[in-house]
């Protein structure tokens, strides 16, 4: 046999490498290293299974880790629910544009309530100002709007969220399958799955999705310098607080920083007494002392909360996590995945309103069963005339706007 016989011979008794094998090779090599190099909780999150795949036990396990994990990272106890759609329920929502102020409560209520990146910010709810006369173009829509007070006149509003639309596009764009439209009509986003691939942020024509470039922050506790005027008994265990802006820190005061939220918060005093807010009434707000910058609200406390004759540091509670989470819903999120509006699920699902709903000082947000021919919401659609956003698109939304006045 010559040589080159012979190499050929030896050549074919090798086993056979693709290119692609050997990228693939490479490339799970690349991922095993970086995975063994990483901390447990990256491993977890790397290797968390479908939310619609688990079995009761692996997710009864997955929600222990995560409980565990959120107490260790926010120095709290939390709670993810995972409450399934309820029967017969169909959600839907009505926003009143001739009572909407444009305050932007609703905006800051949900950043709240859902565990919204503080810095950089993170919306659900964009509330547009444009110009009386002009319709409804969003060619003219300004949100970037600074105004001492609201409504500007000569000015209407348009809060604008996810649209939870029937016939979504964003469901349907996604590589992975992360985002899907539940029973009772919520799209929600598998956190664990997403990928970052923004497909769904491009296919939205609502602009409604929002991607964590960074890492989601989420402060416990930050401080605000207040003076307390007075605090009054309102009931066993409530107070009624009444506090003036610090001079050192005007801007921090302003609505609707102050403004209150819409479920128990932590509140702490200087003394490192920890109270509970409950919802705020922003009606009670005393309009008159606005010009002032003293402001009204509620607190559930042992004690009542000492007054001062010079500022003193409390609790600025905007600042603080909610631990009463959903596992599609408000749970604190990474950086690399998209979220968006889900009605508040940790909420809607024990039958309570969204937050926006319930913090909107003029009544002009309506939510409700679309089944339920006695909902408000019903009511709405049968009496008044209501349009939705970009109808020829075909999207079919489940918000609905309409004139109430």
């Excluded at 769904?200 to 470039?213: D, E, L």
């Excluded at 607190?299 to 010079?310: G, I, L, M, Q």
């Excluded at 020829?392 to 939304?397: F, G, S, Y």
Aim: include cysteine; aromatic fraction near 10%; charged fraction near 25%.
């Amino acid at each position: 046999m010559t040589d080159t016989k012979k190499s050929r011979h030896y050549e074919s008794s090798l086993p056979m490498v693709s290119r692609r094998n050997f990228v693939k090779s490479g490339v799970l090599g690349g991922v095993a290293a970086y995975l063994a190099a990483c901390d447990t909780n990256t491993q977890e999150e790397f290797f968390a299974k479908r939310f619609t795949e688990l079995t009761p036990e692996a997710l009864k396990e997955r929600i222990a880790w995560l409980e565990k994990h959120y107490e260790k990272t926010y120095g709290e106890a939390f709670k993810v629910g995972t409450e399934g759609p309820i029967p017969d329920v169909l959600f839907g929502y009505a926003l009143d544009l001739s009572r909407c102020v444009g305050c932007r409560r609703c905006a800051y209520a949900c950043v709240s309530e859902n565990n919204l990146s503080r810095d950089p910010q993170v919306h659900y709810i964009r509330v547009l100002e444009q110009p009386k006369g002009t319709g409804l173009d969003l060619h003219l829509a300004n949100p970037y709007y600074e105004r001492d007070h609201v409504p500007e006149e000569g000015h209407v509003y348009l809060p604008v969220a996810c649209q939870q639309c029937e016939n979504s596009p964003c469901e349907r764009v996604c590589p992975v399958g992360a985002t899907w439209k539940e029973p009772d009509g919520v799209i929600v986003v598998d956190y664990d799955w997403c990928i970052g691939c923004r497909y769904c942020m491009a296919s939205c024509p609502y602009g409604a999705r929002k991607f964590n470039w960074g890492a989601p922050k989420m402060t416990t506790g930050d401080s605000l310098a207040v003076k307390v005027l007075s605090a009054k008994p309102k009931g066993e265990g409530r107070f009624e607080v009444i506090v003036e802006e610090a001079l050192d820190a005007p801007e921090r005061l302003q609505p609707p920083h102050i403004m209150p939220t819409v479920v128990k918060r932590p509140f702490l005093d200087a003394k490192g007494n920890r109270f509970m807010t409950e919802t705020l009434p922003v009606a009670d707000t005393n309009p008159a002392a606005r010009s002032t910058t003293r402001y009204r609200f509620e607190v559930v406390a042992k004690e009542a909360p000492a007054t001062s004759s010079k500022d003193d540091e409390y609790g600025y509670f905007l600042d603080a996590v909610n631990p009463d989470t959903h596992y599609l819903g408000n749970r604190p999120r990474k950086k690399g995945v998209v979220e968006k509006c889900h009605f508040c699920l940790q909420r809607t699902r024990n039958g309570e309103y969204p937050a926006c709903a319930e913090i909107c000082p003029v009544g002009s947000r309506k939510f409700g069963n679309l089944l339920d021919p006695d909902s408000e919401i019903r009511y709405v659609l049968a009496n008044k005339r209501v349009f939705v956003l970009k109808e020829e698109l075909n999207t079919r939304p489940k918000f609905f706007y309409f004139f109430g006045v």
